[in-house]
């Protein structure tokens, strides 16, 4: 679940849990900075799902039919974020957690190259605001220890696919984790 906190400006809450029934009530908090130009008002609660490949560099997005109606968990790579959230969007995906890679420090006041920053407002906040304008669905970056947080509470696996490379791929239910 994300929500916002006008409080912390373009940070925002994310609380979760594993298999309880309300994360509001049950659940751990880790903040997440938003984009600055994407939806600012937001509140979504759903099942995290890792995008493979996990950096969402491919042409090709491998496990698109499971996005739908769920939180999409990507990590930072070498394409502009924004080009990574347009192609979740497109799979009815209800969200995006971005995992830095260290890049930034863990309150985003300081991130290397053109992130953004809490300072700055947000995430991609030199980008062009007309290209973010396109997307509806909430996108926070997480610090790198937090994205370990949620990791080790995912059921992910890690399998090899060809031309990618061992990737980390969420079992859902009703499958063999």
């Known amino acids: 679940t994300s929500r916002p906190n ?7 809450w994310i609380s979760y849990c594993l298999n309880c029934p309300d994360p509001n009530q049950e659940g751990s908090l880790i903040r997440g900075l938003n984009a ?6 937001f509140s979504v609660s759903g099942e995290l799902v890792y995008c493979v490949p996990n950096h969402a560099e491919a042409q090709t997005i491998f496990n698109v039919h499971h996005f739908q109606d769920r939180i999409v968990f990507v990590d930072r790579g070498k394409i502009p974020m924004f080009d990574k959230v347009q192609k979740i969007q497109r799979s009815d995906a ?3 957690i971005i995992a830095d890679d ?4 863990e309150d985003f006041r300081f991130c290397k190259t053109r992130t953004g920053t809490v300072l700055e407002g947000g ?4 980008d062009d605001p007309e290209r973010w304008s396109s997307i509806e669905i909430p996108v926070l970056l997480i ?3 937090s994205a370990e947080r949620l990791r080790k509470l995912m059921n992910n696996r890690s399998i090899f696919v060809k ?3 061992y990737q980390n791929v969420t079992a859902h239910v009703g499958e063999d984790g």
């Open 36 to 41: 600055k130009h994407g939806p600012n008002d």
């Open 163 to 165: 031309g990618v490379g």
């Open 94 to 96: 209800i969200g995006v």
């Open 123 to 126: 995430l991609a906040a030199q």
């Open 6 to 12: 006008d409080r912390d400006g373009p940070l925002k």
């Open 102 to 105: 260290g890049s930034c420090d």
């Open 143 to 145: 610090s790198e220890s």
